[in-house]
Nanobody
Framework: QVQLVESGGGLVQAGGSLRLSCAAS????????MGWYRQAPGKQRDLVAE???????NYADSVKGRFTISRDNARNTLYLQMNSLKPEDTAVYYC??????????WGQGTQVTVSS
């Protein structure tokens, strides 16, 4: 199993920035995908961005050009730099780790609140 611990959430004004971090520990296979998902009250959990161990990345249309996902494989840490934040970005953000062998782990989530 893989344990994930997120940090970096908080309250920010619209137009501001935040950086989320996710530290992974446990059985971390070299070939994996890590991602950020978010869930607003009353809505489903949606993909924000994901990045493979080889460096490819995929973003939701709503965050393209504003958010940047990155990872430090040596430190098993995932990041999400969020710029030009909007009130609609308000949600609980979850870190995810998955492999082609079927391993799929979630963090506990970190709240991001953007005030208008």
């Amino acid at each position: 199993q893989v344990q994930l611990v997120e940090s970096g959430g908080g309250l920010v004004q619209a137009g501001g920035s935040l950086r989320l971090s996710c530290a992974a520990s446990g059985r971390i296979f070299s070939i994996n995908v890590m991602g950020w998902y978010r869930q607003a009250p009353g809505k489903q959990r949606d993909l924000v961005a994901e990045i493979g161990s080889g460096g490819w990345a995929n973003y939701a249309d709503s965050v393209k050009g504003r958010f940047t996902i990155s990872r430090d494989n040596a430190r098993n840490t995932l990041y999400l730099q969020m710029n030009s934040l909007k009130p609609e970005d308000t949600a609980v953000y979850y870190c995810n780790f998955r492999t082609t062998t079927g391993l799929n782990s979630w963090g506990q989530g970190t709240q991001v609140t953007v005030s208008s």
